[in-house]
C-alpha cells in the first residue's frame, strides 16, 4: 500500500493570497495524483488529475505539479469558496487506492 | 449532468447488514467502473470498493473484504454496495464515485453527496 502524506495538516491564508499545499508519496506515483477539494456536507470534487491537468470547470487559479513521490497543489488569489479541505489521492498502485490525511485551508 | 445519488444509510446495530444504492445519471453506466469512498467521522478519506464497467472484476480493501459485496444493475443505471457483519469502525459517509481514466488508472471524477451509516447498539 502506498502511504500518502499531506502538509501542512492546517494552513492558514488570508483572501487573495496564495496557498502552497503539499503530497508526499511514498513510493514514486509517476504523475498518478489527483487533487479534491472536500466541503462538509457536499459532494467531494476532482480538481486536478495527472498531478497537472485540470479537471472540466476548474478555475485557472488551481495548478498542480509535481512527479514521482513530490506534489504540490498552488491556489492562487484565494476566493472565499476555496476554503475547504483539500485531498490527494494516488492511483498508480491499486489496490487499494489511498488518499492523503488531508490539509485543512481556513482563512487567516 | 452526471448525478450520482447515494441512498440506504442508516442505523444498524453490529454484526447486522445494511444495503446501499448509487442512482447513477448524465452519463452511460455501463461504461464506466465505479467505486465506493467513505469518510468516518473526524477522518480522511478511505477508499472500500471498485466494480469494473462491465461487473467482471471486483476490488475491495482489506478492511472491508469478506463482508462487503460491490455490485452493479446496469439496466438499471444503480451501484450496490451490500454490508455485512458491520463494525462500529464501518460507520461513516458512504460516498459513490464514477472511475475515469484509461490503462487501469482511475481516478474519481464525480462524486456523490454521500449516505451515513452509524453502527451502533
Known amino acids: 500500500e502506498i502511504v500518502m502524506t499531506q502538509s501542512p495538516a492546517t494552513l492558514s491564508v488570508s483572501p487573495g493570497e496564495r496557498a502552497t499545499l503539499s503530497c508526499r508519496a511514498g513510493q514514486s506515483v509517476s504523475i498518478n495524483l489527483a487533487w479534491y477539494q472536500y466541503k462538509p456536507g457536499q459532494a467531494p470534487r476532482l480538481l486536478i488529475y495527472g498531478a497537472s491537468t485540470r479537471a472540466t470547470g476548474i478555475p485557472a487559479r488551481f495548478s498542480g505539479s509535481g512527479s514521482g513521490t513530490e506534489f504540490t497543489l498552488t491556489i492562487s488569489g484565494l476566493q472565499s469558496e476555496d476554503f475547504a479541505i483539500y485531498y490527494c489521492q494516488q492511483y498508480s498502485n491499486w489496490p487499494p487506492y489511498t488518499f492523503g490525511q488531508g490539509t485543512k485551508l481556513e482563512i487567516k | 449532468q452526471v448525478q450520482l445519488v447515494e441512498s440506504g444509510g442508516g442505523v444498524v446495530q453490529p454484526g447486522g447488514s445494511l444495503r446501499l444504492s448509487c442512482a447513477a445519471s448524465?452519463?452511460?453506466?455501463?461504461?464506466?467502473?465505479m467505486h465506493w469512498v467513505r469518510q468516518a467521522p473526524g477522518k480522511g478519506l478511505e477508499w472500500v470498493a471498485f466494480i469494473r464497467y462491465d461487473g467482471s472484476n471486483k476490488y475491495y480493501a482489506d478492511s472491508v473484504k469478506g463482508r462487503f459485496t460491490i455490485s452493479r444493475d446496469n439496466s438499471k443505471n444503480t451501484l450496490y454496495l451490500q454490508m455485512n457483519s458491520l463494525r462500529a469502525e464501518d460507520t461513516a459517509v458512504y460516498y459513490c464515485?464514477?472511475?475515469?481514466?484509461?490503462?487501469?488508472?482511475?481516478?474519481?471524477?464525480?462524486w456523490g453527496q454521500g449516505t451515513l451509516v452509524t453502527v451502533s447498539s
Open positions: 448524465g452519463f452511460t453506466f455501463s461504461s464506466y467502473g
Open positions: 464515485a464514477k472511475g475515469k481514466g484509461a490503462a487501469g488508472l482511475y481516478y474519481f471524477d464525480y
